[in-house]
Each structure stands twice: as structure tokens, then as C-alpha cells.
């Protein structure tokens, strides 16, 4: 492996989550900056909720460039920063610490990345309806955020756990504060689902239905939810090919899964970071 050659100005940006060792966002970040031709370096530092006031002090006296924020920080990480960005704010969670000069401003990149890569797919769900999902922290970035940026309908689907009221206080966010209109049905009505699918421009799979422990499985019964002008994304990254992908695949829609999600909340963070653009093509070839 080739070494960034670290010196007296060498620069730090952190990621602060637990556990974090399995993680590939330092080798992600690294590749951005040795590509924008930046001397930082960025490490994983194993802080849970315990250690996590102490580390963000930390951070502002060893004046990181920022930070990148994993679970179980996201949700609580607001309450040491100075200022949180609205999509954050109403995401209830931050992935991003930008330190200027001092003041920490927590960002939410998670559904922004989506809302990119659905961009950098040839999808624009603006003005149209969605229908979306799930009711954990990727399902609430990726719905406020398409709210925010000009959903004009969604239908926000979740199974009865200790998720559901999250997806219910989604929907009412978003409808005091975007153009959106969404409504919330519960994902035991698969009758409501193929209607409100059938309605719709988009629709994505925001659980972790697909990915192990649930590799394999899918809440769709059948592909008669699919038609072939549906568009169909999954944020689940691995593998590449959920089973709900694939059956949409087969019944004709355009697919696309999560690793975009993942790849551009990354360019967004260090964009918000360090003011810089790294190229999405670069990234895509250099990280496979
Ligand atoms: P979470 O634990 O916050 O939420 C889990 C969600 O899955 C809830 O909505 C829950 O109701 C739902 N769920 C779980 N089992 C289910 C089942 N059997 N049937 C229906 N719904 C079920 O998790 P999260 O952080 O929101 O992550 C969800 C998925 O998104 C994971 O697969 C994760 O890898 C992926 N993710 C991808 C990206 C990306 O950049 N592509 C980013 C974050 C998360």
C-alpha cells in the first residue's frame, strides 16, 4: 500500500462510530483527497455514546477539519455541535461535522447521496410520485431529503416495530414542511401497496430487507407489483443484486441499488468539508 507521506501540516478528518473497523468510508475519503491533491488524512476512531461529548471536544481542540458520523452517534451527535443544517435537523440525525474555524455545523449527506445518484442514473423524480419503504435512519434521510428537493407525492410504507413512529412523525415533517404530500400506510397492506405502487414514478426499498441477515427475502410477493415503466431502487448495497432488484429486473424496470447512496454521500461530505468536488467517475473506477 502506498503511504501518504504525513508531515508537520498534515490535516485529520475523523469518522467517529461504533463498531467501525468492518467500515470502508476512511479508504473512500482517503481516495478523494489524495486525488484532490489534499495533505489529510482520514482515520476511524472506535467512539460510541459514551465517549462521543468527550471526542467532539476532542475534535475542536485538535481542530479537525471535521468529522464523518456513524451509528450510534448520528441521532445524538447534535447536541454537542453548534449548529445543525434543517435537512438534519429534520432527519433527527447527522453523518457530518463540519469544523469552521471552531464552530461545528452537523450535516445529513445520507439523502442527498440517493437523491445524486439518482441523478447521476438519469432519474428525476421531481414533481412526480414516489412511493418509498422503510421507517429507519436511511428511509428517514432518503424521504425528507426527496421531499426537500421536489417530490410532489410519496406513499411512506412500514411494518409494525419500533421503527413505525418514526415513519408516521416523517410524514408529518414533511408535510409542515415541504410542498410534498405524503401519507403513511402500514406495510401489512399489500393491497395498498400494488395500488400506490401502480401510481407511481418511483419506487425504493429503504430496510434492510435484501441484505444479510435478510439476504434473499423480499416483502414484494410477486412481480405483478412491478411493471416495466416503474423505476425501481434499493439503498442495500450488498450484494449488488437484491432479490428485489432482481425480480424487478426481470419484469422489465430500470434498477438501481444503494452503492451510488453510499458513493455520493461521501462526495457530498467532503464537498461540505473542504469545498472540493471529487470526480464521481474517478471514484466509481478507483474503489470498484
Ligand atoms: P435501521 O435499523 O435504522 O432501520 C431498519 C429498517 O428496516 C426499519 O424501517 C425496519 O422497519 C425495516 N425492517 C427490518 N426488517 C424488516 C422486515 N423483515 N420487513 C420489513 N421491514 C423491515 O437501519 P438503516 O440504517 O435505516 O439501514 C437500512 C438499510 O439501508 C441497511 O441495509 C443499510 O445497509 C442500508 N443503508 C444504505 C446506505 C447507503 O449509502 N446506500 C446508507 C445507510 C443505510
Known amino acids: 500500500m502506498e503511504r501518504h507521506q504525513i508531515t508537520g501540516h498534515t490535516e485529520l478528518i475523523g469518522l467517529m462510530a461504533y463498531p467501525i473497523r468492518h467500515s470502508q468510508s476512511p479508504a473512500t475519503h482517503n481516495a478523494a483527497y489524495e486525488k484532490l491533491g489534499l495533505d489529510i488524512v482520514n482515520l476511524a ?3 460510541d455514546a459514551d465517549d462521543l461529548e468527550d471526542a467532539i471536544k476532542g475534535l475542536r481542540a485538535l481542530k479537525l477539519r471535521g468529522s464523518n458520523i456513524s451509528m450510534p452517534n448520528k441521532t445524538i451527535v447534535h447536541k454537542y455541535l453548534d449548529e445543525v ?3 438534519a435537523k429534520l432527519c433527527g440525525a447527522v453523518n457530518t461535522i463540519v469544523n469552521k474555524d471552531g464552530y461545528l455545523i452537523g450535516h445529513n449527506t445520507d439523502g442527498i447521496g440517493y437523491v445524486q445518484s439518482l441523478k447521476d442514473n438519469g432519474i428525476d423524480p421531481t414533481g412526480k410520485k414516489v412511493t418509498i419503504v422503510g421507517s429507519g435512519g436511511a428511509a428517514t434521510a432518503v424521504q425528507i431529503q426527496s421531499a426537500l428537493d421536489g417530490v410532489a407525492e410519496m406513499s411512506i410504507f412500514a411494518r409494525d416495530d419500533k421503527f413505525k413512529d ?17 401519507v403513511f ?10 395500488e400506490e405502487m401502480a401510481s407511481s414514478y418511483l419506487f425504493t426499498n429503504a430496510t434492510g430487507v435484501g441484505m444479510k441477515p435478510l439476504e434473499g427475502i423480499t416483502y414484494i410477493p410477486d412481480a405483478s407489483f412491478f411493471r416495466p415503466d416503474l423505476i425501481v431502487t434499493d439503498v442495500v448495497y450488498s450484494p449488488h443484486e437484491t432479490a428485489m432488484l432482481k425480480m424487478a429486473r426481470k419484469a422489465g424496470c430500470k434498477t438501481m441499488n444503494g452503492q451510488g447512496m453510499m458513493l ?3 462526495i457530498a461530505a467532503i464537498e ?9 467517475e474517478y471514484m466509481k473506477e478507483k474503489l470498484g
Open 45 to 47: 476512531f472506535e467512539v
Open 85 to 87: 443544517s434543517p435537512a
Open 166 to 182: 418514526n415513519a408516521i412523525e416523517t410524514v408529518k415533517k414533511i408535510n409542515e414542511n415541504t410542498n410534498c404530500k405524503a
Open 185 to 194: 400506510y402500514p406495510l401489512e397492506d399489500l393491497d395498498r401497496l400494488k
Open 264 to 266: 455520493f454521500q461521501a
Open 272 to 280: 461540505l468539508m473542504l469545498g472540493q468536488r471529487v470526480d464521481s
